[in-house]
Nanobody, 110 residues
Framework: VQLQASGGGLVQPGGSLRLSCAASGFDFTEAIMAWGRQAPGNKRDLIATISVAGNGIYADSVKGRFTISRDNAKNTIYLQMNSLKPEDTAVYYC?????WGQGTLVTVSS
């Protein structure tokens, strides 16, 4: 199983970023997928989940600002992040609920 997140970077408060996660090594079309994040000194938290049918569920901390989506033809999930806040600074990871992939760092700072 391979899960490779990308798209992180430095963004100003109020800005947007779109993360991608390319998956391989398992049946992606039958997998519930998720995004989590881990800020320095904190535990990893699950922030968004997407069902096989494409329905998203969000943690309260990101609800209304982040949108999870999937492209089954590309074995990829995405996380569109809008209205970013400094407290969104973290390493973001994707998961198939069995494995966590390598993360991508998002820094929100002016």
């Amino acid at each position: 199983v391979q899960l490779q997140a990308s798209g992180g970077g430095l963004v100003q408060p109020g800005g947007s970023l779109r993360l991608s996660c390319a998956a391989s090594g398992f049946d992606f079309t039958e997998a519930i997928m998720a995004w989590g994040r881990q800020a320095p000194g904190n535990k990893r938290d699950l922030i968004a989940t997407i069902s096989v049918a494409g329905n998203g569920i969000y943690a309260d901390s990101v609800k209304g600002r982040f949108t999870i989506s999937r492209d089954n033809a590309k074995n990829t999930i995405y996380l569109q992040m809008n209205s970013l806040k400094p407290e969104d600074t973290a390493v973001y990871y994707c998961s198939n609920y069995d494995t966590w992939g390598q993360g991508t760092l998002v820094t929100v700072s002016s």
